[in-house]
């Protein structure tokens, strides 16, 4: 067959393919479930280090069960379960703190969490030597791809800080006395056959920090609990705009190559050194929230929450 010929049928050969790519775009997979908070909470005991469940409150949609938690860690003032919401939206508080669901397609959507720690600490500024206030919402992803399958791992999101107050002791220091809310996803060893069964990376996605105008990169272990490895890039990673403008900031980011980043640095840092196989490995679940070691007076309001996830299709060798 002449040269030219082959050329054109390898061209006409890729030409269909893209076509066919096009016609026929791999579908991704949401990890999250009820992404607009529509369907409650379950409500978990302020005591840090246990889940316990002591309630729920219910959501805006009918018939639905919540697949959220509500992390009150270390609140002197937890959510009085129960509480009924009005119709298309809900609202539910106490002096310390507020849980918003807005209506779909209004200005409310989807979901504000305010924490208030002048309440919380008194008006006094926290010791060292004491827990500081959370107030987050929780699930577990089902059936996530291992990191060995993973394609993509879009996350999306949209946040937009409401308030943020300090109100500043004679013995404030920002090194203890700050306010963050962020989102946690765990990269988590889930092969029951490997001796490093349950253990995890903390992936950090950083939302917004009061002592700078875009989140400082950490990585470390966690001291604060679960001796764990904490990898969380810097905010403008994420977003080139800042949350201390106060305007929506967006978040539109394949987390794949971060995944494998943070799993390689806890390995080189001696972290999950039961196994460094990546097909033990899957993101296994999320929280985003407020974490506030400070005398601060917050609310953030977060829209359009998705992760999306894409599986290496594995072509089949013809006999």
């Not at 893209?18 to 949401?30: I, K, Q, S, T």
């Not at 949609?61 to 270390?74: A, E, F, I, K, M």
């Not at 403008?236 to 800042?242: D, E, L, N, T």
Request: charged letters at 25%.
């Amino acid at each position: 067959m002449p040269r030219l010929t082959i050329l054109f049928w390898v061209t006409l050969l890729a030409v269909a393919r893209l076509h066919c790519a096009a016609e026929n775009p791999v579908a991704g997979r949401e990890l999250i479930r009820d992404p607009h908070f529509r369907s409650g909470f379950r409500l978990i005991e302020p005591k840090p280090g246990q889940r316990v469940v002591y309630g729920q409150i219910p959501g805006v949609s009918d018939g639905t069960r919540p697949v959220w938690d509500l992390d009150q860690w270390s609140s002197r003032f937890p959510l009085s379960a129960g509480a009924v919401p009005q119709p298309g939206m809900g609202c539910w508080s106490n002096a310390a703190k507020a849980v918003v669901v807005g209506g779909v397609d209004t200005n409310a959507a989807d979901l504000s969490l305010a924490a208030n720690a002048s309440v919380e600490y008194g008006r006094r500024a926290r010791l060292k030597s004491e827990p500081w206030v959370h107030l987050l919402v929780e699930q577990t992803f089902a059936d996530p791809p291992s990191m060995a399958d993973l394609a993509s791992a879009r996350l999306r999101l949209q946040a937009r800080l409401l308030r943020s107050e300090l109100l500043r002791t004679d013995d404030y220091s920002p090194g203890l006395h700050a306010a963050q809310f962020q989102m946690f996803l765990m990269l988590q060893n889930r092969n029951r056959q490997s001796p490093g069964y349950g253990r995890l990376v903390w992936f950090g996605i950083p939302l917004y920090d009061d002592r700078s105008r875009f989140p400082k990169e950490h990585k470390s272990q966690d001291f604060g609990g679960t001796t764990m490895f904490i990898f969380t890039p810097g905010g403008q990673v994420f977003s080139g705009r800042s949350a201390h403008d106060r305007e929506w900031i967006a978040v539109d980011k394949d987390l794949r190559p971060l995944f494998l980043e943070a799993l390689e640095t806890a390995w080189q840092r001696g972290f999950l050194r039961e196994s460094r196989d990546l097909a033990d490995y899957r993101v296994t679940g999320m929280n985003l929230g407020w974490e506030v070691p400070g005398l601060f007076d917050v609310e953030m309001q977060v829209r359009d929450l998705s992760l999306t996830v894409v599986e290496r299709k594995v072509e089949k060798r013809q006999p």
